[in-house]
Antibody
Framework: QLQLQESGPGLVRPSETLSLTCTVSDVSVVSRPYYWVWIRQPLGKGLDWIGS???????FYNPSLRSRATVSIDMPRNQFSLRLSYVTAADTAIYYC??????????WGQGILVTVS | DIVLTQSPLSLSVTPGEPASISCRSSQSLLHRTGYNYLDWYLQRPGQTPQVLMF???FRAPGVPDRFSGSGSGTYFTLKISRVEAEDVGVYYC?????????FGGGTKVEIK
């Protein structure tokens, strides 16, 4: 059964880089036609798209992050990653990785709370 | 960017009664394939968003059939035929037609 699991530090200091990994089981991160998405949710607020990695290697980012975000895949480890640089308290949120694409329902990870302090 | 507007903002429903939430898009979400790139999610308190519907009207695995999605283009509706206590939470619509992917502001559903 397809599962996604986020991992990484729960606490990051201001101005440093947040690094998260999403480990994917039961499907390859390079399988078509899937693409991989990072979404975040500040506590008590709505959902915000961070960026996506497509099966052809294209990446797209939320312009509001002002080029601080980088998404990538690690094929041997079957992982999907997010790096967010120069973090501030405004980046404190629950971060979710999501598999999308194809004729199937999206699949979300359980999420990981990252606090910037 | 595509803007999604949900209504109502909140809903208080008697168990066993129906409920309906709408999601209006600033642009058509109908892809050339004929599918609408619109999902519905339920986020129960303290939990991860759960996919209810994808491609507008396709129920996700494990979702009770009291949930249904309809609509096309710029107007979509999520209906619950008979609300149960476990349906409380915040409902979101989300478009995946184009980047940036965007979400509606959410509809909070409570039980009377």
């Amino acid at each position: 059964q397809l599962q996604l699991q986020e991992s990484g530090p729960g606490l990051v200091r201001p101005s440093e880089t947040l690094s998260l990994t999403c480990t994917v089981s039961d499907v390859s991160v390079v399988s078509r036609p899937y693409y991989w998405v990072w979404i975040r949710q500040p506590l008590g607020k709505g959902l915000d798209w961070i960026g996506s990695y497509y099966d052809d290697g294209r990446t797209f980012y939320n312009p509001s992050l002002r080029s601080r975000a980088t998404v990538s895949i690690d094929m041997p480890r079957n992982q999907f990653s997010l790096r967010l640089s120069y973090v501030t308290a405004a980046d404190t949120a629950i971060y979710y990785c999501v598999k999308r694409g194809g004729p199937t329902a999206p699949v979300w990870g359980q999420g990981i709370l990252v606090t910037v302090s | 960017d595509i803007v999604l507007t949900q209504s109502p903002l909140s809903l208080s429903v008697t168990p066993g009664e129906p409920a309906s939430i709408s999601c209006r898009s600033s642009q058509s979400l109908l892809h050339r394939t004929g599918y609408n790139y619109l999902d519905w999610y339920l986020q129960r308190p303290g939990q991860t968003p759960q996919v209810l519907m994808f491609a507008g009207s396709f129920r996700a695995p494990g979702v009770p059939d009291r949930f249904s999605g309809s609509g096309s283009g710029t107007y979509f509706t999520l209906k619950i035929s008979r609300v149960e206590a476990e349906d409380v939470g915040v409902y979101y619509c989300m478009q995946a037609l184009q980047n940036p992917l965007t979400f509606g502001g959410g509809t909070k559903v409570e039980i009377k």
